[in-house]
C-alpha cells in the first residue's frame, strides 16, 4: 500500500476513534456520569487540599503575595484556579 493510501487510512480511522469517543462521552453525560467540573474557585482548605498542604500554609502564601486571593461577595476570600495553578508553577 503507498504511503498516500495509509495516511488517508491512518486519518478515517483516527477520526472514525475519535467520534466513537465523543459518542461515548456523550452517553455518559446524558447518563449524568459526567466528570465533575473542577470549581473555578477554591476555599483556602480546598486549595490547600489541592496542594497536600496545609491550610496555614495557603494563608501564608496569600500573605506574603505568592498566591492570589480574591474577595466573593457574600462568600468571602477565595483562591481562583488559574491563581492556584500559577503558583504551583512558579514553585518550579
Known amino acids: 500500500m503507498p504511503a498516500d493510501s495509509r495516511l488517508v487510512a491512518a486519518l478515517i480511522a483516527l477520526d472514525a476513534a475519535r467520534e466513537a469517543m465523543a459518542a461515548a462521552l456523550d452517553d455518559d453525560r446524558a447518563d449524568g456520569n459526567a466528570p465533575p467540573t473542577p ?18 500554609a495557603v494563608f501564608e502564601a496569600v500573605k506574603r503575595g505568592e498566591l492570589r486571593a480574591v474577595e466573593i461577595p457574600g462568600a468571602g476570600r477565595r483562591i481562583r484556579r488559574c491563581d492556584l495553578e500559577a503558583y504551583v508553577e512558579g514553585l518550579r
Do not use: G, N, P, Q
Not at 39 to 56: G, I, M, N, P
Open 39 to 56: 470549581a473555578l474557585v477554591l476555599k483556602f482548605d480546598e486549595a490547600a487540599r489541592e496542594l497536600s498542604a496545609s491550610r496555614t
